[in-house]
């Protein structure tokens, strides 16, 4: 893919170019001008841990849709395919930029070091909210399409604002882009120097419309129109996501404002458990993709550098299954929670609104008590 830079530091999209790639679907790596310099720490034990990474969200994911099928969760929002995206962003954040995601972004939450009680609550029905946002420093799932790039914009102006070194990071899929709230977020977040990067996994369809309803140019054109510059790169090539990603949140950080990346990839489950893909796509396509998996592709890799892949594979196993373990556990041990709990952290504080529903509550709960027999 062509670049051209202007200034040097800011990155453009070329609209009728190939995604940036440095692992190709064999496994080979290839020379990749934007990205090399941001590729200079990727030895061994990096590439397992990515590895290691992809394959232990990826049997989340295959133990999640399980769980669901069994009557265990409400639904689960499949991540099947974009393992390469999630993880190769996750692994290039600080641990205190903040993350706004959709309801699809498990890496991202598994390199955030959530567990899987937090995991899962929200899709068990146990919680409103999965983990504490500020713990984590990832808000909680978005379901609203789109609206968490407003609030990664808002937090990326207030720490500026406040001479904050953060950053922050809205998550969104190819859908998402024709929501007013995600054009509305570039607008400011190019306006104010906002220090966002807005990263777009591109997984080809908006629940059942294939991205080319959305447009008919790349994706990453569109944040041009903004001021915003762009990258788009391989969204099955782990490597080449982590360099754009290490690229867009150094410039961020270094007061260069936002930056917009386009994670080309595909989403080979469905949309959701409650989904049914079939109707709207054919095999051959899925094939198409399946041959670009990116777990298979760094195994490649490592398998070409003469890395101990058995080993390697093992160990990858080893931590899915203690994780695959604590998830059935975590469900088991979920309770209904009090109904009372449904006026709490609706306010950081205590509202008037509240204490008259909390005692509206109680009083028709004490009146159910009484006609007990």
Do not use: K
């Amino acid at each position: 893919m062509s670049t051209t830079m202007s200034p040097p530091e800011q990155p453009l999209v070329d609209g009728l170019a190939e995604p940036l790639q440095v692992l190709d679907p064999t496994g080979s790596r290839h020379p990749c001008p934007p990205l090399d310099e941001h590729l200079g720490d990727v030895d061994e034990n990096l590439l397992t841990d990515l590895y290691i990474d992809m394959a232990v969200i990826r049997r989340i994911d295959h133990e999640a849709v399980a769980l669901q099928r069994q009557g265990e969760l409400g639904l689960w929002p499949p991540l099947l395919g974009q393992e390469a995206a999630q993880i190769g962003l996750g692994r290039a954040l600080a641990p205190t930029d903040f993350i706004f995601s959709s309801y699809r972004e498990h890496g991202l939450a598994w390199c955030r070091g959530v567990i899987p009680s937090e995991l899962l609550s929200v899709w068990r029905g146990t919680t409103f909210s999965g983990w504490d946002p500020h713990e984590r420093h990832m808000a909680t799932p978005q379901i609203i399409i789109g609206a968490q790039a407003l609030h990664a914009t808002g937090y990326a102006m207030a720490t500026a604002a406040q001479g904050g070194q953060e950053i922050a990071v809205a998550c969104f899929g190819d859908g998402a882009t024709s929501e007013g709230d995600v054009n509305e977020a570039m607008v400011f977040a190019a306006t104010f120097d906002a220090p966002v990067v807005f990263f777009c996994q591109n997984n080809q369809y908006a629940i059942s419309e294939p991205v080319t309803v959305q447009t008919t140019v790349p994706i990453a054109l569109r944040p041009t129109g903004f001021g915003i510059p762009a990258l788009r790169v391989d969204g099955n090539d782990v490597l080449a996501v982590r360099a754009a990603s290490l690229l867009a949140a150094r410039r961020a950080r270094a007061g260069g404002g936002p930056t917009f990346i386009e994670a080309v990839t595909y989403r080979m489950g469905a949309h959701t458990t409650s989904d049914d893909p079939t109707r709207y796509r054919d095999d051959a396509e899925l094939e198409r993709w399946q041959r670009r998996c990116p777990v298979r592709r760094l195994e490649r890799h490592l398998e070409q550098l003469g890395a101990p892949v058995a080993s390697i594979r093992e160990e990858a196993t080893v931590r899915a299954d203690a994780v695959a373990a604590e998830l059935r556990q975590a469900v088991t041990t979920m309770a209904p929670p009090e109904p009372q709990t449904l006026f709490d952290h609706v306010y950081t504080g205590e509202h008037p609104t509240i204490s008259r529903q909390r005692a509206a509550q109680e009083a028709f709960a004490a009146s159910l008590a009484e006609e007990q027999p």
